[in-house]
């Protein structure tokens, strides 16, 4: 059995519903939620099972959600996102709360501005933007090839093109970046995604970025990471946020990169769990482990390739794997992005293929570099009305 769902977009005039849309507190915890909002915690916390309670852990602070209610006030259904694929879905059902995870229904759109610097360009962006989200992945992605600090000039410029997500006409989840580009001193320097969903600049080297080593060495992946996948078991969406390598019981388990282990304890369905903070916001979390290497504890620094524990099977595990997360600022994010060991640089087919995506960004680069493109500035959320259908259909 499939279940489809659509999302219906109607007018508030043709519909009764109300939708208020809100933004999720920063101390905020879904148990929370549901007790300021009156909403049964027996029946969408305590009934769920292990995998839907830990979905409910991901709600993040800022994130914008959904509540709609009937004349008397009265909450029809709430839409939670969890990431950019999944969200919670509470809905009234014969007077009764259901709680499910669905996929997310969102549009992208592929925007771009130009911008000159009077200061810094996380200051002009931010400025012609008012995103944060925007300053950040800019500045990010020349953090290791450019020195803003030193070599920017009054007047150099800037162009970003990105895809942007949009859910119920507002955008959501981080844009992707697809070229930056900046003229300092009269050079444009340019940073592209390419085909492989690497960056690379205009030599076609890839660009340096926040790389990790592989967490157990030599071990099979047995799982890979999605924001939502399908159980045909179970018939329900689930997330898989981490990596899982299956690996005997008692193989070490090494950090990934330099940090700081700000946790080394059992927690929860994670069993033997260890959390590494490294630096721009990046964390790493190993679980399931049988043991902690002697001297691991809070607090401690560790270097990219020490061993830190050893595989096993605690907490919520069918048998012994490692389960390893990385996030950014919190959200998951898959590690394999990120996994490497050195960088790339294209030859041969890889290459031209890449020169001839180049040349087309290039192009889109240079006119909204001429037509000076400003940010376009959205209208207003207007508040809306739908109508969640959920339809049942049989898959011979
Ligand atoms: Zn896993």
Not at 31 to 57: A, M, S
Not at 231 to 252: C, E, N, S
Not at 295 to 301: A, E, L, S, T, V
Not at 308 to 336: C, D
């Amino acid at each position: 059995m499939i279940r489809f769902f659509i999302l219906f977009l109607l007018s508030t005039s043709l519909f009764s519903a109300q939708v208020e849309r809100d933004r999720w507190d920063n101390a905020q915890t879904y148990l929370d939620f549901l007790q300021n909002n009156e909403l049964p915690i027996k029946e969408l916390y305590y009934n769920l099972d292990k995998d839907d309670q830990r979905l409910t852990e991901e709600m993040r602070a800022g994130i914008h959600y959904q509540v709609v209610k009937d004349n008397n006030e009265t909450i029809e259904q709430i839409l939670l996102p969890l990431n950019d694929e999944l969200q919670i879905h509470i809905y009234k059902d014969k007077n009764k709360y259901q709680f499910e995870a669905i996929p997310i229904i969102s549009t992208t759109k592929t925007e771009a501005f130009y911008t000159t610097i009077t200061s810094s360009p996380n200051y002009n962006i931010l400025k012609e933007t008012g995103s944060k989200k925007l300053a950040q992945i800019f500045v990010a992605s020349f953090k290791h090839s450019l020195n803003f600090k030193n070599d920017i000039r009054k007047g150099d410029q800037l162009v970003m093109i990105y895809d942007q997500k949009y859910r119920l006409g507002e955008p959501f989840s981080m844009p992707t970046l697809k070229v930056a580009m900046i003229e300092m001193h009269h050079k444009q320097h340019f940073i592209y995604l390419n085909s492989d969903d690497r960056y690379y600049d205009e030599k076609a080297h890839e660009v340096e970025g926040f790389l990790l080593a592989r967490p157990v060495r030599g071990a099979r992946i047995s799982s890979y990471f999605t924001k939502r996948r399908w159980h045909p078991v179970l018939h329900k969406w689930k997330a898989h946020l981490g990596v899982d390598y299956a690996a005997r019981r008692g193989t070490p388990v090494i950090a990934a990169g330099r940090g700081t282990i700000i946790w080394a304890s059992r927690l929860g369905s994670y069993g033997n769990l260890i959390k590494i903070r490294h630096a721009d916001g990046y964390e790493t979390r190993y679980a399931h482990l049988k043991s902690f290497r002697r001297g691991i504890r809070r607090g401690k620094r560790i270097k990219k390739g020490q061993t830190i524990g050893y595989v096993g099977s605690t907490g919520r595990s069918t048998g012994p794997h490692l389960h390893f997360e990385l996030r950014k600022r919190g959200r998951a994010v898959n590690p394999l992005r990120v996994v490497q060991v050195t960088t790339k640089k294209l030859k041969g087919k890889e290459k031209k293929a890449f020169l001839l995506l180049k040349k087309n960004y290039d192009q889109s680069v240079a006119l909204h570099l001429n037509n000076k493109t400003p940010y376009n500035k959205r209208p207003p959320f207007e508040p809306i009305g739908y109508i969640h259908f959920l339809q049942g259909k049989t898959n011979g």
